[in-house]
């Protein structure tokens, strides 16, 4: 069997297309135009790519983008007080802050700053909670991505057994927390569990999101099985550097049934989600119907 290759490029590509469209109508039909702020703290190389590209799509879709960049020694009281601006500004309606920041400061408490209707990330405890108990959330935004591939590729995800290789907050938990939401019957698995192929080889829905560079081989999974991959490695193959994810590609896409490839499968469609989240929001905040399909 040779796996369907999931493409989450072109799958992005349509979910921009959509929060495109609809932007264009809140701007015509409202007068509102949509806007993300990115706070960036300090000059990592890899964060400033990132908040480059979020600002590029943002813009892109006919969103405002709007980004701070803060010095690496910025006091926890500056920095809140900047969010506390952003939270109280009708023009932004998502708000994100690039991680990791310096050690001095605190990820969890600076997420705590964010308003909850403006946390686009979906990683306020509130929204968190809101999706735990089966409401109405925003929704952190790579678990997002893959609920997404899932139900264009398999339609119903109902009464599938599926495994969720990794508990983090911001993609295991969320994303077991969206599978149970459609139906899933889900395990979660993480570095103490014991027989991890055993495991894994039930699931009709494999997600990996570990880290650790092609750790699931293609025996693990069972004949015909969806495979999404979450990881994203940096390795050094034959003396070239290659962007590697958490299964063994070549060896999984020969049982599984559909696959998405590193790059292109999960991670394009995490930007895709952060500007879906961001209309979510712009429309949840002026009482404004949601689009279809952009949300969980
Ligand atoms: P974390 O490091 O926060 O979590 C990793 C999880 O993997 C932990 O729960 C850990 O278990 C588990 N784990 C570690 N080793 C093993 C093992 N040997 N067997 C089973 N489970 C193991 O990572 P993230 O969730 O933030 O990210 C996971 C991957 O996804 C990374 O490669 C990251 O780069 C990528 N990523 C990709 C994104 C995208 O846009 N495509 C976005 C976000 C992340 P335990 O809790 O027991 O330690």
Known sequence: MTATVIDGKAFAATVREKVGAHVTRLKEEHGITPGLAVVLVGEDPASEVYVRNKGKQTLEVGMNSFEHKLDADVSKEELYALIAKLNADPAVHGILCQFPVPAHLSEQDIVAQIDPA??????????AG????GQRALVSCTPLGCLMLLRDHLGSLSGLNAVVIGRSNLVGKPLAQLLLGDSCTVTIAHSRTKDLQGVVSQADIVVAAVGRPEMVPGDWIKKGATVIDVGINRIERDGKKKLVGDVDYASCAQVAGAITPVPGGVGPMTIACLLANTITACCRANGLQEPDGLTA
């Open 118 to 127: 403006k946390d686009v990330d979906g990683l306020h405890v509130l929204n």
């Open 130 to 133: 809101l999706l735990a108990s």
